[in-house]
């Protein structure tokens, strides 16, 4: 530790020169709070039984690698160790169709907050913060392709009703770990092929927003936000949940607006996005994944647009209201190693933001002096910022870059190595 602190003397003098403040940085990253999603431990399966008449699809994970989570207790071990391997405290994004229902089908509409009440005892004991989703896929009246938007009243219904139990199931777990539940709203919902009519399931899907959301419940424990999409498998020529459809919904009702960096066209950032969306909206929620043609999730890594994100979420000023989740599932690779990835490198991103000059290239940007903003951008990149996390992680008590990994693989050979 004391060859490290040598070093981040050093590196931090590197930076004090442009007047950032390293120390502040580390601060700052320390109080943001990444929302790891459980679906990656188990490639989206969940724990509902086979009374579930589960089907319809709406998410792919491919790969078989050995060792996947197959019970409740199983997967918390694993966020357990992919936790213990990430610095911060941080918190979980957990789909309704991880309920604890103790082996007795309970159906969408019907679960309350006793089926996830292990879950925030067990949040609550690792000093975790939780986030929800409703789950609008892989069940028997998802089977078409719609729920929300649903041309069979009774159907609609069905999933109107289950979005109000999730909604009350978020405002209880915010309740009871003090820091308020983002509870996101996603459906699969669209046409295969070209439709006849475009406005009827937008207008369907409205009515059926406004009356899940129509019980107002308090901020400090549910936030509400709803998901775009820009195409699905079975769904590539209409979906019904598209960004223009959530934008103005999430505008007009004042709701959060989910931006997933996979849902959009190929060429298309959600970066450029953030300081737009959030002149309208109360609150942000990212899903933060790497698509590597469209909506492919795979693990994110520190790339062009990660840095984008998270140097527009520490630029906008406004990181209190924007909330950051991950969103990918890649069942090809150890599943907690992905995790472990995708978690530091969304940490590293926020800190290389954080130690931008950001007072010295606003002032070169309002002067005009580009010449001197592009120099000074790139002239950044070059400094010792790999020191600053590698001080970051020893101060947070988690392996540094490359040593982690030891502690994965030990953990493969001991634990996942047994499921097989």
Same mark, same amino acid.
């Given at each position: ?64 690698? @050995?060792?996947?989570?197959?019970? $409740?207790?199983?997967? +918390?071990?694993?966020?357990? /160790?992919? =936790?213990?391997?990430?610095?911060? #405290? ?97 459906? @699969?919902?669209?046409?295969?092929? $070209?439709?006849?009519? +475009?406005?009827?399931?937008? /207008?369907? =899907?409205?009515?059926?927003?406004? #009356? ?209």
């Amino acid at each position: 530790m004391k060859n490290i602190e040598r070093m981040y003397e050093k590196a931090r003098e590197c930076y004090a020169e442009l007047d950032v403040d390293t120390d502040k940085a580390i601060k700052q990253l320390s109080d943001i709070a990444i929302s790891l999603h459980c679906w990656q431990g188990d490639d989206v399966g969940g724990f509902e039984t086979a009374g579930a008449e589960l089907s319809g699809g709406g998410i792919q994970a491919t790969g078989n690698y @050995p060792g996947k989570a197959r019970t $409740i207790e199983e997967l +918390r071990g694993d966020i357990e /160790k992919a =936790l213990s391997l990430i610095p911060g #405290k941080h918190r979980l994004n957990l789909h309704a169709c991880y309920l604890d229902n103790g082996g007795k089908f309970v159906d969408r509409n019907e679960i309350t907050v006793e089926h996830f009440q292990s879950w925030i005892d067990w949040a609550k004991e690792n000093g975790l913060g939780m986030d929800f989703n409703p789950t609008y896929f892989s069940h028997r009246k998802a089977a078409d392709g719609f729920t929300l938007s649903h041309i069979d009243k009774g159907i609609r219904n069905f999933w109107i009703e289950h979005g109000i139990a999730c909604r009350k199931i978020g405002a209880a777990i915010g309740k009871q770990l003090g820091s308020p539940a983002v509870t996101n709203v996603w459906i @699969p919902d669209g046409y295969k092929d $070209i439709p006849a009519d +475009r406005w009827s399931p937008r /207008k369907r =899907l409205i009515e059926s927003l406004d #009356k899940i959301f129509s019980e107002k419940l308090n901020p400090k424990f549910n936030l509400d936000a709803v998901e775009s999409k820009l195409f699905g498998i079975g769904a590539e020529s209409y979906t019904v949940g598209s960004h223009e459809f959530y934008m103005g919904y999430a505008v007009s009702r004042q709701k959060l607006l989910c931006l997933d960096a996979g849902h959009f066209h190929p060429t298309e950032v959600i970066s450029d996005k953030i300081s737009s969306v959030l002149m309208f909206v109360p609150e942000l929620l990212l899903h933060v994944s790497r698509p590597v043609r469209w909506d492919s999730d795979h693990v994110v890594i520190l790339n062009d647009e990660l840095y984008s994100i998270a140097r527009e979420a520490v630029r906008s000023g406004k990181l209190d209201k924007i909330h950051i989740g991950l969103d990918f599932f890649d069942a090809s690779i150890n599943r907690i190693a992905a995790w472990v990835i995708g978690t530091r490198n969304m940490i590293k991103a926020l800190l290389f933001a954080m130690l931008e000059p950001a007072d010295m290239l606003d002032k070169f940007e309002n002067d005009g002096d580009y010449t001197s903003r592009l120099a000074v951008l790139e002239d950044i990149k070059t400094l010792p910022f790999g020191t600053i996390w590698e001080y970051y992680c020893k101060k947070s008590g988690v392996p540094a870059d490359t040593l982690w990994l030891k502690e994965i693989k030990k953990y493969e050979k001991n634990v996942l190595g047994k499921r097989i």
